[in-house]
């Protein structure tokens, strides 16, 4: 299986007003992926259970293009732009698919 690139962010927040503010700039941000990035196959925000103040990204694309798609858009930019703001660190792991079930594209 060589389709597909995604990868894991780990996103810690400063404080509860952060996370909050956060949460809304996701929220608003996911508006653009939905409208515009066919290529965009999964792209889900987590609270890990215990961590109120981490939130996992899950991203899924078609391939390398498509993600780099996704890096281009206004939307994006204005996230990463205003993402600083609330983050106390972050971590991203890149993932090149190898095994796995995709769902099929309608």
Do not use: W
């Not at 810690?12 to 007003?17: G, P, Q």
């Not at 809304?24 to 508006?31: N, Q, S, V």
């Not at 498509?66 to 983050?87: G, N, S, V």
Request: with cysteine; proline share 4%; hydrophobic share 40%.
């Amino acid at each position: 299986m060589n389709e597909g690139f995604g990868l894991v962010v780990r996103f810690t927040l400063r404080d509860e007003r952060a996370a909050g503010a956060f949460d809304e700039l996701c929220a608003r941000t996911l508006e653009g992926i939905k409208a515009s990035e066919p290529g965009t196959l999964t792209y889900v925000t987590h609270t890990p259970e215990g961590e109120p103040m981490v939130r996992v990204f899950y991203e899924l694309y078609a391939d390398r293009a498509a993600f780099d798609m996704h890096e281009a858009q206004p939307h994006t930019k204005h996230f990463l732009a205003e993402r600083e703001q609330y983050l106390a660190g972050v971590e991203v792991t890149f993932l090149d698919a190898i095994a796995g079930k995709v769902a099929v594209q309608q």
